[in-house]
């Protein structure tokens, strides 16, 4: 399923007509989702979309457009996020290391899972809890979700392919999908894996939403992905339909916010990840990329 991206040919793409670039890549990925929604309501009796996916794969922009194309098809849509079944951080287990507890599917509350969604299907309208994440509490009754007949619900979060969350949903009538970048980035020498590439996103978000510096995202990176191969990959060939997250021009994205950090001193070029494969590709500004496009999750407009 992986594939390989030569950066050559990005270069030759830019210099062709790099417009025309970056709306080709937009369509290819919307174009998944409309056949994912296609899929969908041929699916008998879809009430649920499990929305599964790892770290920075692009999960939040593709439940919001999947949504938005749903209903131009005349489906009403709900999209519910998992951790807001988070438990309250102070409740939780600690891991065996003594280290906190903040991916585990032992920090959920299915109770209170299985009773929002079951009265949700039974026609009621529910008010659902929200995770407040600024001070690790859950806020109970937050958000009311009114029942219509024929909704969809997306409910997104790395841990909603899991068996034991399935048991919570109050249906078995669901569509289970994975979202991810599934291309690699090639040099004549070098290969920056769809993991890699996770992380660059990562580090670059982290830095201008977070506050965080990219040695900071980068050491904590290895439980990021341990916790990605102990509780999502057992699942991810057990789905109905795989989206690509992968932008074939992101790379010149992420060298124009990389120059700029470098330059503000807030990152060396040594610390961000595969620097050499992207100081490669040529910058390209972020005032050609759409509105709607899924590069928005992880470079400021």
């Given at each position: 399923m992986n594939k390989l991206i030569n950066v050559r040919n990005i270069r030759k793409q830019i210099d062709k007509d790099l417009n025309k670039f970056i709306l080709d890549t937009e369509s290819r990925y919307r174009g998944q989702l409309f056949t994912l929604a296609n899929k969908i309501l041929a699916k008998n009796n879809v009430k649920i979309v499990l929305l599964a996916g790892p770290s920075c794969a692009g999960k939040t922009t593709t439940a919001k457009l999947l949504k938005q194309i749903l209903e131009i098809k005349g489906r009403a849509v709900d999209v519910i996020s998992m951790d807001d079944f988070f438990i309250d951080l102070d409740k939780r287990k600690p891991l065996p290391n003594g280290k906190p507890d903040f991916d585990s599917p032992e920090i959920l509350d299915y109770e209170l899972m299985e009773s929002c969604f079951s009265r949700y299907f039974a026609g009621e309208d529910v008010y659902f809890p929200e995770y407040d994440f600024k001070n690790s509490k859950s806020i109970p009754n937050k958000n009311l979700h009114k029942y219509k007949f024929n909704t969809i619900i997306i409910f997104e979060g790395i841990h909603v392919l899991n068996p034991r969350l399935l048991k919570s949903l109050g249906t078995s009538n669901y569509f289970k999908l994975y979202v991810s970048p599934l291309k690699s980035f090639k040099t004549d020498n070098k290969v920056m894996s769809t993991k890699n590439l996770r992380l660059l996103?990562?580090?670059?978000?982290d830095i201008q939403r977070r506050n965080t510096p990219a040695e900071k995202t980068i050491q904590m990176w290895p439980e990021v992905t341990a916790v990605e191969e102990q509780y999502i990959e057992p699942y991810r060939t057990k789905v109905d339909y795989y989206v690509d997250t992968t932008q074939?021009?992101?790379l010149g994205v992420y060298k124009g916010e990389v120059e700029r950090f470098v330059?503000?001193?807030k990152i060396k070029p040594?610390?961000?990840?595969?620097?050499?494969?992207v100081e490669q590709v040529d910058e390209i500004s972020k005032d050609l990329i759409p509105d709607t496009s899924l590069m928005w999750e992880f470079v400021d407009k």
């Open positions: 996103r990562r580090v670059i978000r074939e021009y992101e330059a503000d001193g040594e610390e961000v990840p595969f620097y050499d494969i």
